[in-house]
């Protein structure tokens, strides 16, 4: 299996490549970032691309993929509409048309989150966004598989990129067996949503195409 990933520098990223270096199923994973992660491993060949935008200058690279694990997110915290929808949803939907150009039989994956909103029409902005994004990727012409983890551990040094969330992590840590056993519907960690994706590559395409994190959780089991 040959595996692209959006958003490796981040915390969900840091999960997704870390299940891919440890699958044997995995091949290669070509990981697009805006600055160098300096990773040595035989698995990883890295691109560095300023504008998220536009792929046309790497869209050779991009051809002969099974899966495009796309990661790559930010806090809706501080930010406006349009800001957040500039990197949300322009974003993903500029990788998603790339990589479809480039490997059409690929399988997209998606990391949303609880709470996206569907109809598009609700009071929360983030999950508005959330929600017109993953609209648009299902309607594209792969198969795409949209993940809604709730509360996400990390593990295996993941970081969150964010400052906040990395105290919030740090301050409940302790937490998480407790979490885990009050609330196991709501509760992964980011190896097992790593590994998720990875499983998700390889189901029929006949299953629901939105995962929660019970889906999550299955999947990440195998």
């Known amino acids: 299996m040959r595996v692209v990933i959006f958003g490796a520098s ?11 270096l440890l699958d044997e199923r995995v091949e290669e994973v070509l990981v697009v970032v805006r600055r160098p992660l300096n990773i040595r491993h035989p698995k990883v060949r890295e691109i560095v691309h300023a504008d998220f935008t536009d792929y046309t200058a790497i869209l050779d690279e991009l051809k002969g993929l099974d899966a495009c694990f796309f990661c790559l997110g930010v806090s809706a915290a501080g930010r406006g509409e349009e800001e957040y929808s500039r990197i949300t949803h322009d974003y993903t939907l500029a990788a998603a ?8 039989s690929l399988t997209f994956t998606y990391v949303s989150g609880e709470g996206t909103d569907s109809t598009e029409q609700g009071r929360s902005m983030w999950a508005r966004v959330k929600g017109r994004t993953e609209n648009e ?20 040094g993941a970081v969150s990129r964010t400052p906040l969330y990395r105290v919030l992590y740090w301050v409940t840590a302790w937490l998480y067996p407790a979490l885990r056993r009050i609330a196991p519907h709501h509760v992964t960690t980011t190896d ?3 590994r998720a994706m ?15 994190t019970p889906d999550v ?5 195998t």
């Open 10 to 20: 981040g915390m969900v990223g840091h999960g997704a490549l870390r299940a891919c």
């Open 97 to 104: 048309r790339a990589v479809n150009a480039a490997s059409p």
């Open 137 to 156: 990727l299902l309607a594209m012409p792969f198969r795409a598989y949209m993940f809604r983890p709730g509360y996400i551990q990390p593990v295996g």
């Open 192 to 194: 097992t949503l790593g």
């Open 198 to 212: 990875i499983a998700a590559v390889q189901l029929d395409g006949n299953g629901p195409s939105i995962l929660r």
């Open 217 to 221: 959780n299955r999947l990440g089991a």
